[in-house]
């Protein structure tokens, strides 16, 4: 059962990183780090 859950896990990952190298989904991802660590000075709830 051990074994299954490993190869379930990887397999989860692996394609939740081919998701994040798609040009349309590093754009979404690239917004949504900004908007939580408050790079943006206009939006987010970071510190100012």
Excluded: H, Y
């Excluded at 990887?10 to 998701?19: L, S």
């Excluded at 690239?30 to 000075?41: E, F, P, Q, W, Y």
Aim: net charge positive.
């Amino acid at each position: 059962m051990g074994l299954l859950s490993k190869l379930t896990k990887a397999g989860v990952a692996k394609k939740a990183v081919d998701k994040a190298r798609e040009p349309q989904n590093q754009r979404k991802i690239k917004d949504a780090v900004s908007k939580l660590t408050g790079k943006d000075k206009n939006t987010g709830t970071g510190r100012a």
